[in-house]
């Protein structure tokens, strides 16, 4: 099983509408958990972190974390074409990261 | 720009030859970390410092990478005797503090190992 599993997509949303990114977990004793957003050619940004259980919002994202059935999610409102990017999770383990294989999303105008 | 950079963005070198890369962090920044990233992959961890020491290194590295982050600031990368497999994008990382997950990037160094 790998540490961090990502739905590799590509996941194609119409402009306007929500994206929904999921992301499962091994390592049980993670603690912090992040979104980050690559376009293509460019390198990782961050931009969510979630460290306890339930919604964070940020803007139009929405950062989901359960524990106890180890999935993290990342939701995108009011989708923009400028958001057509790959979307990898990531966990904190033991100090380092590790990266799902990232969910491309490609928002259609 | 204060943000991370990285020398070479690219390097070009045939099977067999030695290569060190440069990572210089955010100035604040105490954690450097170095990935490695394939197509369609998300990056995959190689090791990080604190401040100068290494403190893990995957278990998954061959003994041909080495790296090292003298007086806490800039760090290299050296992969010795390169391999085709070794072609891949480096990526350097840096945190401040105890925000270990939230890194900041650099723009990256690709190698092309013929």
């Known amino acids: 099983q790998k540490e961090v599993e990502q739905n590799s997509g590509p996941l194609s949303v119409p402009e306007g509408a929500i994206a929904s990114l999921n992301c499962t977990y091994s390592?049980?004793?993670?603690?912090?958990f992040f979104w980050y957003r690559q376009y293509s050619g460019k390198s990782p940004e961050l931009i969510m972190s979630?460290?306890?259980?339930g919604d964070k919002e940020d803007g139009r994202f929405t950062a989901q974390l359960n524990k106890a059935s180890q999935y993290v999610s990342l939701l995108i409102r009011d989708s923009q074409p400028s958001d057509s990017a790959t979307y990898l999770c990531?966990?904190?383990?033991?100090?380092?990261?590790?990266f799902g294989a990232g969910t491309r999303l490609t928002v259609k105008p | 720009d204060t943000g991370v950079s990285q020398n070479p963005r690219h390097k070009i070198t045939k099977r067999g030859q030695n290569v060190t890369f440069r990572c210089d962090p955010i100035s604040e920044h105490n954690r450097l970390y170095w990935y490695r990233q394939t197509l369609g992959q998300g990056p995959e961890f190689l090791t990080y410092?604190?401040?100068?020491?290494?403190?893990?290194k995957s278990r998954l590295l061959s003994d041909r990478f080495s790296a090292e982050r003298p007086k806490g600031s800039f760090s290299t990368l050296e992969i010795q005797r390169t391999e085709q497999g070794d072609s891949a994008m480096y990526l350097c990382?840096?945190?401040?503090?105890?925000?270990?997950?939230?890194?900041?990037f650099g723009p990256g160094t690709r190698l092309t190992v013929l």
């Open positions: 410092f604190q401040n100068e020491a290494q403190l893990e």
């Open positions: 990531a966990v904190n383990i033991g100090g380092d990261m590790r």
């Open positions: 390592d049980r004793g993670s603690q912090s």
């Open positions: 990382a840096s945190s401040f503090g105890g925000r270990v997950g939230e890194q900041f």
């Open positions: 979630i460290y306890s259980n």
